[in-house]
């Protein structure tokens, strides 16, 4: 079994900042991409940034520039710095990982995390 596990989320102010953090644990080979999700109330879940197993990362034009996405891979973790945070931005925040195992490859997802932006 695999589990995700996410953390970080909160309430802040407009401009003020925080950090996703999303750690996998069971039984994983390796992990290819790791990404983050948002959802917002009566919206679609939208991609936010994503990075490769490289290091390679793309992000959405609404968050360039103001949020960084990382990878520990010794310790499976993916993080999101959300730093001039914006009411827009509020929405519950998934991370999902795609993890080599020993009977093929599966997308995985945390539980989700809300981020409350006040104006």
């Known amino acids: 079994q695999v589990q995700l596990v996410e953390s970080g989320g909160g309430l802040v102010q407009a401009g003020g900042f925080l950090r996703l953090s999303c750690t996998a644990s069971?039984?994983?080979?390796?992990?290819?991409?790791m990404s983050w999700y948002r959802q917002a109330p009566g919206k679609q879940r939208e991609l936010v940034a994503s990075?490769?197993?490289?290091?390679?990362?793309n992000y959405a034009d609404s968050v360039k520039g103001r949020f960084t996405i990382s990878r520990d891979n010794a310790k499976n973790t993916v993080y999101l710095q959300m730093n001039s945070l914006k009411p827009g931005d509020t929405a519950v925040y998934y991370c999902?990982?795609?993890?080599?195992?020993?009977?093929?490859?599966?997308?995985?997802w945390g539980q989700g995390t809300q981020v409350t932006v006040s104006s």
């Open positions: 999902n990982q795609r993890i080599v195992r020993w009977t093929g490859t599966y997308d995985y």
């Open positions: 069971g039984s994983i080979f390796s992990i290819n991409d």
């Open positions: 990075i490769t197993k490289g290091g390679s990362t």
